[in-house]
């Protein structure tokens, strides 16, 4: 399972246990990435979270 970095698009290393609410940080660019549930899709995504 991995997540896309929403601020360089790199794929970030995901541990396949995260949830909406957890903290991720992309090991590229160092953002702090915020999980979110995707409402449509039930997709967990990552958002910014400076
Ligand atoms: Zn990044």
Redesign the pocket.
């Known amino acids: 399972m991995e997540f896309i ?6 794929e ?1 290393p995901a541990e396949g246990n995260e949830k909406a609410g957890d903290l991720l940080v ?6 702090p ?1 915020l999980v979110k549930k995707d409402k449509g899709k039930g997709e967990l995504t990552l958002e ?1 979270d400076y």
């Open positions: 970095c929403p601020v360089c698009d790199c970030v992309c090991p590229y660019c160092q953002a990435l910014e």
